[in-house]
């Protein structure tokens, strides 16, 4: 629609604008009124207004018949136009806030979820889901042996104590392993298997702020980080973590392996 158009229909809507003013007037309506009201006719505009209010109010006085004015006694000669819900929520405005909230609050949802099952060394094992994301096999030495092997060269060559592989994962042929410090978590021991190509991180417990005391858990806890899972277990206040691309349940037969 040009501009010309527009500005046409909002002179034709002007000309015939209802008296009153009340809020029930339809939105195109209003605006037509409110831009004739600013524009050039303004003058004009308002000396119609001002007629048309006249007339009207000279009519209001004239006495009607009683059985005239039972015909109209139900009827709404200007009807407000009363907004429905179903308009109002179809409004884009709406939907964006509504979208937006939703969002946020699956976002907060998801926090507070992934927060609610975690224990002590959570936040390092999350720190070293994101190393395992990024690490590529060229970084680590390359040894092939059982898993289980080495944790006599972790405590004779690095001087790192109960760095044990558990018997769920001792049998596993490895690729390679390193040791080293992340800035946030000290003394990290990787080693790259070839099963599904699974990391295996040993690294510090969490120690307690108020006694330093460090409680062990054998059962498994689970954490997960951008399409990545890790399955922790703390024992000698070290922490052992097995880490897959994929679900808890991709894990899952591999710690079920020493119950059988």
């Known amino acids: 629609m040009s501009l010309f158009q527009i500005r ?25 009124i409110q831009r004739a009201r600013r524009g050039k006719k303004a003058a ?13 109010k000279l009519v209001r006085a004239i006495p009607v018949d009683a059985q005239v004015a039972e015909w109209f ?14 308009k109002i929520l179809l409004n884009p405005a709406v939907l964006a806030i509504a979208l937006a909230v939703a969002v946020i609050g699956g976002v907060f949802a998801y926090r507070v979820h992934e927060h609610l099952r975690d224990f002590p060394g959570a936040d390092k094992a999350r720190r070293l889901l994101s ?21 006599d060269l972790f405590f004779m060559k690095h001087r790192l104590e109960h760095y044990d592989i558990p018997p769920e994962f001792a049998d596993f042929r490895t690729l390679g392993s ?3 410090d992340d ?44 399409g990545w899972t890790g399955a ?29």
């Open 8 to 32: 046409s229909n909002h002179s034709s809507l002007a000309r015939c604008a209802p008296i009153t003013e009340k809020p029930g007037t339809d939105r195109a309506m209003r605006v037509a």
């Open 44 to 56: 004009p505009f308002a000396q119609q207004q001002a007629f048309d209010g006249a007339v009207a």
């Open 73 to 86: 006694a139900n009827e709404n000669l200007i009807p407000l136009v009363k907004r429905r819900w179903k």
């Open 131 to 151: 190393v395992a994301t990024s690490t590529r096999s060229v970084l680590l030495d390359p040894l092939q042996t059982d898993a289980g092997a080495l944790s």
């Open 178 to 180: 390193r040791v080293f």
């Open 183 to 226: 800035d946030e978590v000290h003394g990290v021991a990787q080693i790259w298997v070839v099963e599904k190509r699974m990391q295996f991180f040993l690294f510090p417990a969490e120690k307690d702020p108020k006694d330093g005391s460090v409680t062990d858990f054998s059962d498994w806890r689970f954490v997960e980080l951008e």
């Open 232 to 260: 922790v277990q703390q024992r000698n206040g070290v922490c052992f973590m097995a880490a897959i691309r994929g679900r808890e349940k991709d894990l899952a037969p591999y710690l079920e392996k020493r119950k059988q």
